[in-house]
């Protein structure tokens, strides 16, 4: 309106509030992208403004797009457990593993999340662990980086690759074990599955979980970084849940303690917990859906 030949004044023209509204709503669909400036014939300041509004219409979808796509893909709907617990392997919820190394001095890891999202079902979970230090090196002395692939107990109490889970509840704590096979009666250990952390440096463990969105098709994928030089871990058996399917998730009893720790040698019964829900069908002794 400005820039505009016309035999009105430049007061005349901003006075009158209608055609003022009209071409704000013009410039505003120009610029995402929806309509074009109408542009005055000959008038080099209105097609400057004009081809101005058309890259702007042309950029923002692009980035309300993206801003979009970044939101949907970096959801994360886990939220983990503060610390990681180390406790005696015969603490672990699968009652076979726990038998094998009751007499042993032996330790496990148990690092525990949960689905927080009420409106997103996810399915396929993998999780695995891998442990990552800096060592020197035999040649020159330098500093380098090494990353080791931990085991982890699979759904029948086995040291495997990785953990599996068909789906993820809505709320219900998941346990990804982790055996130290050997003792850890104090922070910071130095031994686990047969490497030794006396001389290392930067040593930290990483919980990586990978899986479906139902509905969206999408992978969701999120990490959990646990640094032994820090209070990432403790020494005690985690706080567990009671289950109760007559009542909403996040009222089952054990909730105020998810971060907490049981009182030591206060070590729970078998109980339908996160690792071990439902007794097997077949009734072999088994627990099957650990979670």
């Known amino acids: 309106m400005l820039t505009e030949r016309s035999a009105q004044s430049v007061g005349d023209r901003m006075d009158d509030g209608s055609r003022l509204l009209n071409t704000a709503l013009e410039a505003l669909r120009a610029c995402v992208g929806t309509a074009d400036l109408e542009v005055q014939r000959n008038n080099t300041a209105h097609e400057v403004i004009s081809t101005l509004a058309s890259v702007i219409g042309a950029m923002v979808p692009a980035t309300l797009l993206g801003i979009v796509l970044i939101k949907l893909f970096t959801v994360k709907p886990f939220v ?3 610390r990681a617990s180390i406790s005696h392997s015969s603490t672990a919820d699968f009652p076979g593993y726990a038998r094998r190394y009751a007499d042993s001095e032996n330790a496990i890891i148990a690092v525990r999340f949960y689905n927080h999202l009420d409106n997103l079902n996810i399915v396929d979970l993998h999780a695995r662990a891998h442990l990552r230090y800096l060592e020197v090196s035999p ?3 330098t ?4 990353k080791k692939w931990l085991k982890v107990l699979d759904a029948n109490g086995d040291p495997a690759d990785e953990r599996t889970w068909l789906a993820v509840e ?6 990804v074990w982790i055996p130290v096979e050997a003792p850890a009666r104090e922070l910071p250990f130095r031994e686990i599955q047969g490497k030794t952390l006396e001389n290392v440096k930067g040593v930290k463990l990483l919980v990586r979980l990978n899986a479906r969105a139902v509905g969206l098709g999408t992978e969701v ?3 959990r970084w646990f640094d032994l030089g820090t209070d990432d871990f403790e020494i005690g058996r985690f706080v567990p849940l009671s289950p ?5 998730v996040w009222s089952w009893e054990g909730w105020e303690g998810f971060d907490q ?8 019964q078998q109980r339908a917990d996160d690792s071990a829900t439902c007794s097997d069908p077949e009734g072999d002794g088994r627990r099957r859906d650990r979670r």
Do not use: C, K, M
């Open 80 to 82: 983990w457990r503060r």
């Open 139 to 141: 040649h020159d002395g």
């Open 143 to 146: 500093l380098v980086v090494y």
């Open 170 to 175: 809505r709320g219900a704590p998941f346990t």
């Open 221 to 223: 994928v999120d990490e």
């Open 244 to 248: 109760d399917l007559e009542t909403d």
């Open 261 to 268: 720790l049981l009182p030591p040698g206060d070590l729970p």
